[in-house]
């Protein structure tokens, strides 16, 4: 399969620039109550200071497969405020304490912030200007994954997870289902069609950035550390059951019968453990192993270089 | 395969090395498993991991 779309660099450019001008018409269009409209604006200006991945990969795959109208930037917008109300919902789920804008409110209000900007990506979707058969498309692939996310990150909250082939499971459906949603939207707006290949590979990319984002959790020790909150995730779940007798307080720790006043002070020893056990070779060679599934399943569409690069440029 | 593979080998420090230099037969696994263990091995030194996404969105 082949694609022509040839206008790679005017396409890119300003992209972010773009989805922000976007993302700001749209709040300032069905926030009508100043105060509402003010801290939504807030929110936004804080979120704008991040990559915008998904939305430049919502941008990338419509111009992938040939679409050209410019109305796909109000449907990348609607992506990132999608993304952007369920990082604030999760920030108030974690009892996230990162300085970030909407921590600073009251969580109830943070809530229906992100209420109001699910519902408004809904309505940038549906009354974007596109197709309406292919809007129609669109916004239900949106309900239908960030669907399948709550139900991942139900599991996820409620860390009932026993084993490696649960957590895969759960962070398809928590974290790679929206980066699916993000992929899809643009390749349906453009194709009409529903792609399983970009999905694939949408799926494996995604497992392997949160597999990364639980190393990374695993090895700073500060108040999201993993170890520290019993989370269950592939890094834990293979040090729970690679520690022997010698190590035995890990497994203590995570059961309950040490509290993390007993375990503070005994990070390096926890390195170290983490180091002899090969919890992180294994965690990494995971994580990478996913990773280039996603490269074979893209190079499996032939697509045009320029195209595959830029899709590189985002993924790494 | 791969977990009791790297359980084994972390037992064993010198095939650590040998899988480094590509002496170890890592029968078991799949290529992309194959490909990734060498390159992971190869690069800790490094530190040269892909950086990946930022985003914590739900993550």
Sequence with gaps: ?316 | MLKEMIQAMVKDPGSLLRAQGGQLQLAGLSDVEQRAFVDVVSKRESGSEPRLFQENVWM
């Design chain 1, 1 to 316: 399969m082949g694609h022509m779309n040839q206008n790679r660099g005017d396409t890119m450019a300003g992209l972010a620039e773009r989805l922000g001008q976007e993302m700001r018409e749209s709040l300032a269009a069905y926030f009508v109550l100043p105060r509402l409209q003010e801290m939504a604006q807030a929110c936004l200006e804080e979120k704008l200071q991040e990559s915008l991945l998904f939305g430049k990969m919502t941008v990338l795959h419509y111009r992938m497969f040939a679409g050209e109208d410019e109305r796909i930037y109000r449907a990348a917008a609607a992506v990132e405020l999608m993304v952007l109300s369920l990082d604030m919902i999760d920030d108030v789920q974690d009892k996230d304490n990162k300085s970030v804008v909407w921590n600073g409110y009251a969580p109830e209000i943070t809530l229906n912030l992100a209420l109001g900007m699910l519902m408004i990506a809904q309505r940038l979707l549906l009354e974007g200007g596109f197709d309406p058969e292919r809007a129609r498309q669109s916004a239900r692939l949106l309900s239908m994954q960030v669907l399948t996310a709550v139900h991942g990150q139900t599991l996820d909250l409620l860390n009932e997870i026993p084993d490696e082939e649960a957590y895969l499971d759960m962070v398809s459906q928590k974290s790679a289902a929206l980066l699916v949603c993000a992929c899809m939207i643009g390749t349906m707006l453009a194709t009409g069609e529903w792609m399983e290949q970009v999905r694939g590979y949408a799926e494996q990319l995604g497992i392997a950035a949160q597999i990364k984002n639980d190393i990374r959790d695993l090895a700073n020790w500060d108040n999201k550390n993993d170890f520290l909150n019993r989370k269950r995730t592939l890094p834990t779940l293979f040090l729970l059951q690679a520690v022997t007798d010698e190590d035995r307080w890990i497994l203590d720790y995570f059961e309950g019968r040490l509290t993390m006043e007993d375990v503070l002070h005994r990070r390096d020893e926890l390195e170290a453990i983490m180091e002899k056990t090969g919890t992180m070779l294994y965690s990494s060679v995971r994580m990478r192993t996913h990773y280039y599934r996603f490269l074979d399943l893209l190079g499996e569409l032939n697509l045009d270089v320029g195209w595959q690069e830029e899709m590189l440029a985002l993924a790494e």
